[in-house]
Every structure is written in C-alpha cells, then in structure tokens.
C-alpha cells in the first residue's frame, strides 16, 4: 500500500510538471507576457531544485531587469505594459 501511494504520488507530480510545461509553452506560443512570467516564476524554482542554477540566475536575472532596470520604452518594445 505505502508503495503504491508513492508511485501515485510520484505520477501526480510528473504530470504537474508536464502540465506547467504545456501552459509555459501555449502561452509563449500566444505571446501571453503575464502567464509566461508567471510560468516563469515556477520553473525559477524547479530549477534550482534541480542544480539548473545557470538557467535559473539567467530567468531571474530577465525578469528583475524587465520589471525594475529597464527603461519604459524597451519594456513597452519587449511587450510588457504595466506601469512603474
């Protein structure tokens, strides 16, 4: 029974990855801004979980310059229109 649960439990949390890779994937391919951020922000931790630090640093790096280092206008050129 406690091996059973963990294959259950093992196959929820592969299919919870699978399914945020397809939302990561639909909304870049919809060019949705805000979800892919928000897609973003999870796979961030998912890959320092797994010792992807480059990958993470490089996406935490992207999103800090688009919301604080960058100038309006690039933003604005990069699709991202919220205001400061």
């Known amino acids: 029974e406690n091996k059973w649960d963990l294959w ?3 196959a929820l949390l592969l299919n919870k990855y699978f399914l ?3 939302e990561l994937s ?3 391919n ?4 805000g979800r892919t951020e928000t897609c973003i922000m999870s796979w961030i931790l998912i890959l320092q ?3 992807k630090h480059k990958y993470a640093t490089h996406m935490t790096n992207f999103l800090f310059n688009t919301h604080c280092i960058y100038p309006l206008g690039l933003r604005s050129a990069l699709g991202l229109f919220f205001a400061t």
Not at 30 to 33: C, M, N, R, V, Y
């Open 8 to 10: 259950f439990e093992n």
């Open 20 to 22: 945020l890779y397809e």
């Open 26 to 28: 639909f909304a870049m």
């Open 30 to 33: 919809h060019s949705d801004i």
């Open 49 to 51: 979980a797994t010792g």
